[in-house]
């Protein structure tokens, strides 16, 4: 729903979230889940941020019950100080941030920029095979690669920002890898482009061919649910 459609503000919910990435692949499954009676501190409110216009034709509108989603799609780029000033400060009852937005570029240190998983035991994409990485399986206190990774920088400002708050603000830090799910304006859509690739090889009466390397078909790949990501 767009801005003019956004639930009463009058209404009272206990958990009340606030999604940076709404759109993407991990946000949008985010917004589908919240929203429910049977999520735990259910149904939450949700202010559903990203940098698009989302479009309304893949948005749940409405409940089983045809009564109006608690969601309010904020459109704002959280790049732009002011814009993001502007746009989020009014928002003064969130109960919980989810940060899962990513803006990709090509080189690390560009993203380092502007963003500031897996990579934290394997390294950036351009460091695969120069830096040795953590054999799996992986564990949370195995210690940082040599390398630059912009999801190191947010990790270290996120501790800054806590420190502040002397133990105020929980938190917690996710790191899938490969993501298996389905957002129209995502990067990352491996389930549908393996579908197309297959409705190709059939139309074409030939057999279907392992699209990777040889590295990748002998080695070991993990993936994330992206449903179970979000619960």
């Known amino acids: 729903m767009d801005d003019d459609s956004a639930p009463s503000l009058g209404v009272k919910y206990e958990s009340v979230a606030l999604i940076i990435g709404a759109t993407g692949i991990v946000g949008s ?28 034709a893949l948005l749940p509108a409405t409940k089983a019950d045809d009564t109006a ?15 993001a000033s502007a746009k989020l400060s009014p928002l003064t009852d969130v109960t919980h941030i989810f940060y899962v937005a ?3 570029r090509a080189i690390e ?49 996120l501790f800054d920002e806590l420190s502040k708050r002397e133990g105020g603000v929980t938190w917690s830090i996710h790191r899938p890898t490969t993501i298996f799910g389905f957002s129209p304006t995502s990067l990352m859509n491996l389930i549908g482009t393996l579908c197309v690739y297959a409705a190709i090889y059939r139309k074409e009466g030939v057999p279907l061919r392992w699209p990777g390397s040889q590295i990748t078909w002998d080695g070991f790949s993990d993936v994330s649910d992206v449903d179970l990501i979000a619960e």
């Open 109 to 157: 240190a560009e993203n380092r920029a502007v963003n500031t998983g897996r990579k934290h035991y394997l390294g950036p994409f351009e460091a695969l095979g120069k830096v040795p990485a953590h054999e799996p399986p992986f564990s949370e206190d195995l210690p940082r690669l040599p390398v630059p990774n912009f999801y190191y920088d947010q990790e270290d400002v």
């Open 69 to 83: 989603l608690p969601v309010h799609y904020v459109q704002c780029d959280v790049l732009d100080p002011k814009d």
């Open 29 to 56: 499954s985010l917004v589908d889940i919240l929203p429910l009676s049977d999520t735990p501190g259910g149904p939450w409110k949700v202010y559903a941020v990203s940098r698009r216009s989302p479009n309304p």
């Open 102 to 104: 990513w803006a990709s």
